[in-house]
């Protein structure tokens, strides 16, 4: 029988790898973002990693705040197998223009396929919903925190990301915009 732990750990392990993998190739950055933002988004994924792995132990985030029954688990796998997927699917979308960091690439295209025809963020949702799905098997708290300090992260660079791309792209990206939802279609 398929471990729901096992289960969620091969999700993650597949997107690592993944994001390793298509880190080849990608195009030469055009501008860069700022140090403190770097910083200031490295210490929320620690933090996220951090209450995930268990690495720091806070005994009030380890309560739950869901009972232990097997369809609440098995709902956070299915939800981390599709938030993985969409990363992946959005992950592979953009391409060579794709980075981890805040940036434009050199002869960076501005993507309106796959995911991005409904979302302007959509590795970002994939991963917050992986997230949710992981913090609903495990059903404590910190699965929560790791929940809202990472859609935090997210929130904070999409913005940058959003600034820049309407300085380079200008009515290409306002039209996208006008067209597309954040995090979610139609929001």
């Known amino acids: 029988m398929i471990r729901a732990g096992a289960l969620i750990e091969v ?6 790898l993944y994001w390793l993998y298509s880190m080849l190739g990608t195009k030469q950055v ?7 933002l770097r910083v200031f988004r490295f210490a929320m994924l620690l933090l996220v990693l951090a209450l995930f792995s268990g690495w720091v132990r806070i005994p009030v985030l380890e309560t739950r705040f869901l009972p232990r029954r097997s369809e609440i688990v098995w709902l956070g796998v299915a939800l981390t197998v599709a938030g993985v997927a969409v990363a992946i699917w959005a992950r592979w979308n953009l391409g060579r223009n794709w980075s981890d960091k805040v940036v434009l690439k050199v002869d960076h295209e501005l993507i309106r396929s796959g995911p991005y025809r409904y979302l302007r963020h959509p590795i970002y949702t994939g991963v917050l919903m992986a997230v949710a799905g992981t913090a609903l098997k495990i059903g404590e708290w910190r699965g929560v925190v790791a929940l809202v300090a990472l ?5 904070v660079k999409a913005k940058r990301e959003e600034a820049i791309l309407a300085a380079n792209f200008g009515e290409a990206f306002a039209e996208h915009k006008r067209h597309t939802g954040f995090f979610l279609p139609g929001w």
Do not use: K, M
């Not at 999700?11 to 690592?16: A, D, Q, S, T």
């Not at 055009?30 to 403190?36: I, K, P």
């Not at 859609?151 to 929130?155: A, H, V």
């Open 30 to 36: 055009a501008v860069n973002e700022s140090t403190g």
């Open 151 to 155: 859609g935090t992260n997210y929130f």
């Open 11 to 16: 999700c993650w392990i597949v997107l690592g």
